[in-house]
């Protein structure tokens, strides 16, 4: 195989992907990479292979026997320039699944640019190939047209948002990645200051402190594409590093925030998928959506909703209720539709998950032939399985199913884990349809047990709801934020806050969080200084892109939709990252490990 030399006449003069009708009859330049070779009937053809899709390329030995006995040498995954003639393909060779599928090419010339190794995975079908050998080489990969649209997709939502914020007067500010420990609540990345032996910058978990400093400084309307970095074990679908469409507002209150996205998402899923999402976006408080879908980020295509049943066992002599109801707790329950149809095994599954969910029990009710059914039926009193049957319009093949609890939310929360489970095992999520909402009026802070404190919900600088304010000193529990989220079909897409712009409301906040003033000084100090410059009020939101592209394009997993991801553990199977580094960088940094550390020992 002879290489050749990519000179000018080698210029593509169209796309693999591009080839029409309308190129009939004409000469033309292709660039690209030979995706497969098929030698048939002594003719070679070749599928050439750019980002915008394939073209047949015919090698006829009775027009170039030179040319022909080159195309022999192609192998998967050579780069290639081609020149040659459109051509209709002969009547019955036709392949309609490529849009250039009634044409080829047949070639007059060709220079080869570069030969392949046998790639390790097949690049049309990589359903079946194991994740890590994908992301080992994540340069094949993204040759897939799978993550040549997931990539583009994300280039075209990060260009709407751009336009979308810049048309409306944000500016976009770039904030440090070498900066002090942000407030998220995660782990920080450190990195070690060689300047100033012994002390560490953080990587920011958002740009959270730095936006709102820029309203201090009367930036007004701000935005950033930003990477965060949180160092937390990673549970399901998480990145240690991921990005954010990050915005802040001076001068605003809620309304704003949430006119402001409600218009962006509107706009950037009719412009990106053409679908019409319609406004305005649903509302509910954390109180009902916790009540009713169990989850404080309910997936709406789900038509099931949690009951309270509390009323209707409020004389109940079945002493499971009777304790749980002496306690003060709550008797909650979620009617399944169709529940009927799972076997017993699947109640049983069903109940065991509930269980490991903290449930003490989860008691199920299939409705039959007019009535109750299951083993509580014989506990009830007519009177109550009939209010049962009235107030949740129970159906033959219905299937109730209770949980009573001492706490509210548990209860819920509960339902709420099993109202996902029965949904997809029933195939009753509206799978096509879109379905966001806003979740607002969280309650500022909550109960750390561990830490033996209260935590904040979104971050300390999130304010107070101005009539909760004089709760904040004594039943902190009560003190609702005035943050918001917003999620979509069942994932939390953002979320922000409008956020205290008041020094002296701030330093209370950190009492109430048991944050020294001496700790608050260290940690905050700048921003506690820069708010008692004048201030102006202000709020804004983070939305994660990760995510939200990930909905987008329909993918399972933010590692679709992000160039080069980390695994689960954190590393880069490409570059191999995390990794050694040499001895005499660490003695600059005045680093020593400890030798436990030196083999890389596995701490997970
Ligand atoms: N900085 C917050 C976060 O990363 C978002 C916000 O409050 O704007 O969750």
Same mark, same amino acid.
């Given at each position: ?5 990519f000179e000018?006449?080698w ?7 591009h080839v ?9 330049v292709l ?5 497969r ?19 047949q ?20 995954e050579?780069?290639?320039?081609i ?7 002969p009547e ?9 599928g009634?044409?080829e090419v047949?070639?007059?010339?060709m220079?080869?640019?570069s030969?392949?190794e ?6 049309w ?5 194991y994740?890590?050998?994908? @992301?080992? $080489?994540?340069?094949?990969?993204i #040759? ?6 997931? +990539? %583009?997709l994300?280039?075209?939502v ?14 976009e500010v770039?904030?440090p990645m ?7 609540g ?6 070690p200051?060689?300047?100033?032996p012994?002390?560490?910058y953080?990587?920011p978990q958002?740009?959270?402190l730095?936006k ?10 701000y935005?950033?594409?930003a990477?965060?970095f949180?160092d ?5 679908d ?9 915005i802040e ?7 704003d925030v949430i006119?402001l996205?409600e218009e962006?998402m509107v706009?950037?899923f ?8 319609e406004?305005?976006?649903?509302r @509910?408080? $954390?109180k009902?959506?916790?009540? #009713?879908?169990?989850?404080?980020k309910p997936? +709406? %295509?789900?038509?099931?909703e ?9 004389s ?6 009777v ?5 003060g ?9 169709g529940?009927?149809e799972?076997s ?13 969910l903290?449930?003490?029990g ?8 007019q009535n109750?059914?299951g083993?509580l ?7 109550e ?5 009235e ?10 199913l ?13 339902l709420g884990?099993i109202?996902?489970k ?13 379905k966001?909402l ?5 309650p500022?802070?909550e ?14 600088f999130t304010?107070?709801?101005?009539e ?6 004594k ?10 989220d917003?999620?979509l079909?069942?994932?939390?897409i953002?979320?922000?806050?409008i956020?205290?712009?008041d ?5 209370m ?5 048991s944050i020294?003033?001496?700790?608050a000084?260290?940690?905050?100090g ?20 990760d995510?939200?592209?990930m909905?987008?394009?329909k993918?399972k ?8 991801p980390?695994?689960?553990r954190?590393q880069?199977?490409m570059?191999g ?7 005499s ?8 490990l ?6 890389g020992?596995?701490?997970?």
């Amino acid at each position: 195989m002879k290489k050749g030399i990519f000179e000018e006449r080698w210029r593509r003069t169209k796309y693999c992907g591009h080839v029409r009708g309308t190129d009939e009859g004409e000469n033309i330049v292709l660039n690209g990479w030979v995706r497969r070779r098929r030698d048939l009937g002594g003719l070679i053809f070749i599928e050439l292979w750019d980002h915008t899709g394939l073209v047949q390329v015919v090698f006829n030995p009775e027009e170039d026997p030179n040319l022909h006995e080159e195309a022999k040498s192609l192998r998967s995954e050579y780069v290639v320039a081609i020149k040659g003639k459109v051509r209709r393909r002969p009547e019955g060779t036709e392949n309609p699944s490529l849009e250039t599928g009634e044409w080829e090419v047949i070639a007059e010339e060709m220079v080869i640019l570069s030969s392949a190794e046998l790639p390790p995975f097949d690049l049309w079908d990589t359903d079946k190939v194991y994740e890590n050998l994908r @992301l080992q $080489y994540r340069y094949l990969d993204i #040759r897939r047209s799978q993550m040549q649209e997931a +990539l %583009r997709l994300r280039s075209a939502v990060a260009s709407f948002t751009r336009n979308f914020l810049g048309a409306r007067g944000f500016i976009e500010v770039e904030t440090p990645m070498l900066t002090k420990s942000t407030p998220e609540g995660a782990r920080d990345f450190l990195v070690p200051s060689r300047l100033a032996p012994g002390k560490f910058y953080a990587l920011p978990q958002s740009p959270q402190l730095f936006k709102q400093i820029l309203m201090v400084g009367g930036v007004d309307r701000y935005y950033q594409i930003a990477k965060c970095f949180r160092d937390e074990d990673l549970r399901a679908d998480r990145q240690p590093e991921f990005t954010q469409i990050d915005i802040e507002m001076s001068f605003i209150t809620e309304e704003d925030v949430i006119e402001l996205i409600e218009e962006y998402m509107v706009g950037l899923f009719e412009a990106v998928i053409g679908v019409a999402l319609e406004r305005p976006f649903v509302r @509910l408080s $954390y109180k009902e959506a916790i009540e #009713r879908f169990g989850s404080d980020k309910p997936d +709406l %295509r789900i038509p099931l909703e949690i009951k309270d049943l509390t009323p209707i066992f409020s004389s109940t002599s079945f002493v499971p209720f009777v304790k749980v109801l002496e306690g003060g707790g709550t008797i909650r329950g979620l009617l399944v539709p169709g529940g009927g149809e799972l076997s017993r095994k699947e109640l049983a599954e069903l109940e065991d998950y509930a269980k490991e969910l903290g449930a003490k029990g989860m008691v199920p009710c299939p409705f039959k032939e007019q009535n109750m059914k299951g083993p509580l039926a014989k506990k009830l009193s007519d009177e109550e399985k009939h209010n049962l049957v009235e107030q949740l319009h129970m159906k033959d093949g219905d299937l109730l199913l209770i949980v009573a609890d001492t706490d509210f939310k548990k209860a819920c929360e509960i339902l709420g884990q099993i109202r996902i489970k029965v949904a997809n095992r029933l195939g009753l999520i509206e799978e096509d349809s879109w379905k966001v909402l806003w979740v607002t009026d969280f309650p500022l802070l909550e109960w750390d047990e561990e830490e033996g404190r209260w935590v904040s919900i979104h971050h300390p600088f999130t304010a107070p709801k101005n009539e909760d304010l004089e709760l904040l000193p004594k039943d902190p529990g009560k003190v609702r934020s005035r943050a918001y989220d917003i999620v979509l079909n069942g994932n939390e897409i953002g979320g922000g806050s409008i956020r205290i712009h008041d020094a002296g409301v701030q330093r209370m906040l950190f009492e109430a969080l048991s944050i020294t003033p001496e700790k608050a000084k260290e940690r905050f100090g700048f921003l506690l200084e820069a708010l008692s410059y004048g201030t102006p009020p202000h709020g804004g939101i983070a939305l994660g892109l990760d995510r939200l592209v990930m909905l987008l394009g329909k993918k399972k997993s933010i590692r679709e939709v992000i160039a080069f991801p980390k695994t689960q553990r954190g590393q880069c199977l490409m570059t191999g990252a995390p990794s050694d580094v040499e001895e005499s960088q660490l003695e600059e940094l005045f680093i020593k490990l400890k030798e436990e550390a030196k083999d890389g020992a596995d701490v997970c």
